[in-house]
C-alpha cells in the first residue's frame, strides 16, 4: 500500500508543476494548440504502449510485428 501512497503523493506534486509550467509557457493561441496537439499524442503513445502490454503480458499475445 505505500508504494500506492507514495505514486498518489507524487501524481499530486507533477501535476502541480505541470501546471505551474502551463501558466507561465502557454500565452497564446498558437502556444495552447500546439500543447493540446503535443498532449493528445503523448495520450495516445501511452494507451497504445499499456494496451500492448497488457495483450503481451496479460493475455499471452504474440506481438503480429514481423
Request: overall charge negative.
Amino acid at each position: 500500500m505505500n508504494l500506492f501512497t507514495e505514486h498518489a503523493e507524487a501524481d499530486v506534486e507533477h501535476s502541480r508543476r505541470q501546471a505551474e509550467l502551463c501558466a507561465r509557457y502557454l500565452d497564446n493561441d498558437a502556444v495552447n494548440a500546439r500543447a493540446l496537439e503535443v498532449a493528445e499524442q503523448a495520450c495516445m503513445l501511452r494507451w497504445a504502449s499499456i494496451t500492448d502490454l497488457y495483450r503481451r503480458d496479460y493475455l499471452g499475445e504474440k506481438d503480429v510485428w514481423p
